[in-house]
């Protein structure tokens, strides 16, 4: 099946190189008056040969090899768009082949965005992420991916224009909500609408650990935030220190509720999941032990070390 597959893409390649020498030869010589010698007949054996072409696709990918097998999904999943098919009767779009090679496609395609992502080639992977998004504007993968290229350019007020865009044509997506509640929990001044664009993700996705995580993880990166300000305004304003106090207690309480539901979704949480939590903990012991609370000292330091042992 491997040699058949790989036989068969050679051959499509060729094929339709021979197509577009075809169209040439019938514009350019007089005696053919505009007509194609060739073309159906090339269609015919494209279009018998199109499992084997998707099974060469799925072989790569097997071996490991993503951007080659890209680019044999990619052929597969765009024959109904090129030339060499149009006004072919017998091409059905609709054919499960071509669904299939679509979605092997996408596959390929994330992997390869991440794969050039991970190489520092940033310009490059914004390209591929923007012209993915623009062939399917339906799959929130890829819509995801420029956005991340935006809030990195520092294009917060156009990633979130997007954002809003896509709500508006699919509010069924949790994707969105999340991204864009990521979005606006950079700034203080939009965390009252992160907040509620994370509690829409999880009330669409109550069993998800990563968004149950993320949210924990947030609501803890709030508190700090007010455990930092009361500490620069203590001295000059004693009552808002103590307010930020108060807030900061609160969100991670919140963030220790969020994170321990997360740790119950799987049989053993992750490395990274145990050390936030460990660190929520050593931070509640901390304050208590500034404000002599010993019982709650003494319960946030046993959670602390309990935690820090199941990492082990």
Request: no cysteine.
């Amino acid at each position: 099946m491997n040699i058949q597959s790989e036989a068969a893409y050679n051959a499509y390649k060729a094929w339709i190189v021979a197509d577009s020498l075809d169209v040439i030869e019938s514009q350019n010589n007089p005696k053919r008056k505009g007509k194609v010698k060739y073309h159906n007949e090339i269609v015919k054996k494209v279009y018998a040969n199109k499992d084997y072409l998707n099974q060469y696709g799925a072989n790569l990918y097997q071996e490991g090899k993503v951007i080659e097998a890209n680019r044999v999904f990619a052929d597969v999943a765009n024959l109904p768009e090129t030339k060499l098919f149009k006004g072919y009767e017998k091409l059905n779009p609709n054919d499960s082949l071509f669904i299939n090679a679509t979605e092997n496609y996408k596959l390929t395609l994330r992997s390869v965005y991440s794969e050039v992502l991970n190489s520092g080639d940033t310009a490059k992977a914004e390209k591929i992420a923007v012209d993915a998004n623009k062939k399917y504007p339906e799959d929130p993968t890829f819509l995801t991916y420029t956005l991340q290229h935006d809030i990195w350019a520092g294009r917060t007020e156009q990633a979130k224009t997007k954002l809003d865009k896509a709500i508006q044509l699919n509010p069924n997506s949790y994707v969105y909500y999340l991204v864009r509640a990521n979005i606006n929990g950079l700034s203080y001044e939009t965390r009252s609408a992160a907040d509620a664009d994370y509690k829409k993700a999880l009330s669409m996705k109550p069993d998800s650990y990563d968004i149950t995580y993320a949210y924990g993880d947030y609501k803890k990166q709030v508190g700090d935030d007010h455990y930092e300000e009361a500490i620069n305004v203590e001295r000059k304003d004693p009552a808002k220190a103590k307010a930020e106090r108060q807030l900061f207690v609160s969100n991670y309480e919140e963030a220790i509720t969020y994170i321990e539901k997360a740790r119950t979704m799987k049989s053993s949480a992750d490395a990274t999941l145990l050390d936030n939590l460990a660190k929520v903990y050593a931070k509640l012991r901390s304050y208590y032990y500034s404000i002599k609370d010993n019982a709650n000292f003494n319960k946030y330091d046993k959670l602390m070390k309990d935690t820090r042992a199941a990492m082990y």
